[in-house]
Structures are given as C-alpha cells and as structure tokens.
T-cell receptor, first 111, second 114 residues
Framework: QKEVEQNSGPLSVPEGAIASLNCTYSDRVSQSFFWYRQYSGKSPELIMSIYSNGDKEDGRFTAQLNKASQYVSLLIRDSQPSDSATYLCAVRGDSWGKLQFGAGTQVVVTP | SAVISQKPSRDICQRGTSLTIQCQVDSQVTMMFWYRQQPGQSLTLIATANQGSEATYESGFVIDKFPISRPNLTFSTLTVSNMSPEDSSIYLC???????????FGSGTQLSVL
C-alpha cells in the first residue's frame, strides 16, 4: 500500500511566523511532488510542485525535497491569516497522472 | 492552468436514486480523474477517465456504482448510482494541464444522500 503521511494538526502559527509542514511517502519510485491548499468548503488549489532534490521557492512558499529520506516539506514565511487552510501533500509515483494524497495538515494563523 | 467547470455544485438526493456530475475543461486534456473527499478526510481517487476507452477504477470502486463517460478530450461525467447515505461526500473532477503534469481541480460537487 503506497502511503503519503502528514501530521493532521492543527498547526497553530502566529501571524508573521514561519509555518513548517512535513510529508513522508512510502513509494521510492515517486517522481513528482505537489502541495495543495484547500480552504474549507473549497476544492484544492495547487501552490507548489517540486521534482528534484533541494529547495524550490515561490514567493512566501518554499518546498523542500529529499528523495533519499522520502520526505517533502513546505515552509510558509511571514504567515498571514489568509494562509489558514488545510495543506495537502500529493505524490505521483509510477503511474502517469495519478496522485496519492496525504490526509492534510490544518494550519491556523493567529493574529 | 486548465479551468475546470463542474456541476452541479451541490445536490441533496434520495436513497436509491442516481446523480450525474459533469466536468468541462476549457482546453483539451489527456487525463481526467474523479476523486471523492469524505467529510474531514483527504482525497481518494475513484477512477481515471480515459478518452475513447473504459475508465480505470481504483480498488474499492466499480463501474456499476460509478459509471464514467469521457466522450472527448474536454468533457467527462461521473454517475453515482443507487445512492445510499454512505455516498454523501464531495466529488471532485480533475485534469492535468498538459506536459507539465500539474493537476487542477474543478470546484467540486457536494452530495448529500438522505
């Protein structure tokens, strides 16, 4: 059973601080990794993708990938109340197109 | 990114009836997928909708319960058949945006079965 694991949270973060979200996956052949943000009652919105080891930055978001440790993370800098949402880690393995999702981490940014 | 329109956005249905959900993409896409998200849970893939052939179903999902059509490269439907309260969920269609492999979602259908 291929699995994607995330801490469910909630992760409480003061406004302006860094939120750090973690995700581990079991399928060693996984090649593509994604972070989605999902507001309550809304559909998931893609915020980051990463394909190779290292860091990838996009605005206030940084994705980090370590394939040897089967670990992907998301950092949110200068957290804002609008960042309060559930963040889903998704992994694509050996089947083109199909994503395996983690359970999601709920982030709550407090003013 | 692909823009995906999904309808209906929500529905309340009686046990034993069927509901068809439609998904329209604003550009041709190779792969379309149907997911289910039960309350407080993450996304579970139901099936991959293939153009010109039968859908590919994941373990635990069968064609008789969730028939899928994919008549062309921009459109797909999912039918939830013979519904029971356990089918109450959010159903999401998704499509890849092309060669960059990114998956985008429709706005979802919130289904409640009484």
């Amino acid at each position: 059973q291929k699995e994607v694991e995330q801490n469910s949270g909630p992760l409480s973060v003061p406004e302006g601080a860094i939120a750090s979200l973690n995700c581990t996956y079991s399928d060693r052949v996984s090649q593509s990794f994604f972070w989605y943000r999902q507001y309550s009652g809304k559909s998931p919105e893609l915020i980051m993708s990463i394909y190779s080891n290292g860091d990838k930055e996009d605005g206030r978001f940084t994705a980090q990938l370590n394939k040897a440790s089967q670990y992907v993370s998301l950092l949110i800098r200068d957290s804002q109340p609008s960042d309060s949402a559930t963040y889903l880690c998704a992994v694509r393995g050996d089947s083109w197109g199909k994503l395996q999702f983690g359970a999601g981490t709920q982030v709550v940014v407090t003013p | 990114s692909a823009v995906i329109s999904q309808k209906p956005s929500r529905d309340i249905c009686q046990r034993g009836t069927s509901l068809t959900i439609q998904c329209q993409v604003d550009s041709q896409v190779t792969m379309m997928f149907w997911y289910r998200q039960q309350p407080g849970q993450s996304l579970t893939l139901i099936a991959t909708a293939n153009q010109g052939s039968e859908a590919t179903y994941e373990s635990g999902f069968v064609i008789d319960k969730f028939p899928i059509s994919r008549p062309n490269l921009t459109f797909s439907t999912l039918t939830v058949s013979n519904m029971s309260p356990e089918d109450s969920s959010i159903y999401l269609c998704s499509a890849d945006s092309g060669s960059n492999e990114k998956l985008f979602f429709g706005s979802g259908t919130q289904l409640s079965v009484l």
